[in-house]
């Protein structure tokens, strides 16, 4: 399979408690865990990033998929919850919810572009089957 981009990262440090930083700079980032998990919360964590990624790739989903069927949509957002749960005595597993908010677009049709949107994102083709994954269309 032909790769039309490549993400690159490095973690140093403790993991949960280092930096992370992209190949070319624009990401570089002090990593902490949250105070809920007993850390400082003063820098961000991964489930932070991974909802900021997963929102904006679904976002862009939504939006492919509207103009393929010329259907027009501004103002929309979506946005990400990221929830580490226990998994037994000696994992943690992820799960996620995505609300979607198209204004002044009729309920079904806005839950029709977001369950499309939900077929074509990479990051729930990454996650199809492998993790919870709510979708769920607000009216605010």
């Not at 939006?63 to 998994?87: F, Q, W, Y």
């Not at 049709?109 to 074509?120: S, T």
């Amino acid at each position: 399979m032909e790769s039309l981009y490549t993400a690159e990262s490095l973690s140093t440090g403790h993991g949960r408690e280092g930096r992370v930083k992209t190949a070319d700079g624009k990401l570089d980032l002090n990593l902490t865990p949250p105070s809920e998990l007993g850390g400082s919360g003063t820098g961000t964590n991964p489930e932070q990033l991974f909802a900021a990624g997963y929102a904006a790739c679904f976002h862009s989903a939504l939006h492919s998929v509207a103009r393929s069927r010329k259907i027009k949509i501004e103002d929309s957002s979506v946005g990400g919850r990221v929830h580490l749960h226990r998994d037994g005595d000696s994992g943690f597993k992820l799960s996620v919810e995505l609300e979607v908010v198209i204004p002044e677009m009729d309920h079904a049709q806005a839950q029709e572009l977001a369950d499309a949107a939900h077929q074509v994102c990479p990051y729930s083709n990454a996650t199809r089957g492998n993790i919870d994954v709510a979708v769920t269309v607000s009216d605010d």
